[in-house]
Nanobody, 125 residues
């Protein structure tokens, strides 16, 4: 049974940093696409960043240069380092993964078979 568990969310001031983690169980992070998505109140869920099985990364324009995705395959854990946070980054952040063997990432949400429960990030001005 695949389980993704996010942690590391919280409330910070604008300009500060947070690091989110996503621990995967029943799942091997090394061979599959994984990503971070977020959903702000009243808005649709959107892609933030993805990482392919070969380590290639993609970022939404709104977070380029501020957020960094990485993973530790030995720990089966995905990370999101968020620097220079802005109030518009406030959202519930979700870790997601494609089915095992699907190593290339694309943005459409329906491609992701596994989702965590989310961790809240609140940035105040």
């Amino acid at each position: 049974q695949v389980q993704l568990v996010e942690s590391g969310g919280g409330s910070v001031q604008a300009g500060q940093s947070l690091r989110l983690s996503c621990a995967a169980s029943g799942y091997t992070t090394s061979s599959t696409c994984m990503g971070w998505f977020r959903q702000a109140p009243g808005k649709e869920r959107e892609g933030v960043t993805t990482i392919d099985s070969d380590g290639s990364t993609s970022y939404a324009d709104s977070v380029k240069g501020r957020f960094t995705i990485s993973k530790d395959n030995a720990k089966n854990t995905l990370y999101l380092q968020m620097d220079s946070l802005k109030p518009e980054d406030t959202a519930m952040y979700y870790c997601a993964a494609r089915r095992p063997g699907y190593g290339v990432c694309y943005w459409p949400l329906y491609l992701y078979n596994y989702w965590g429960q989310g961790t809240q990030v609140t940035v105040s001005s």
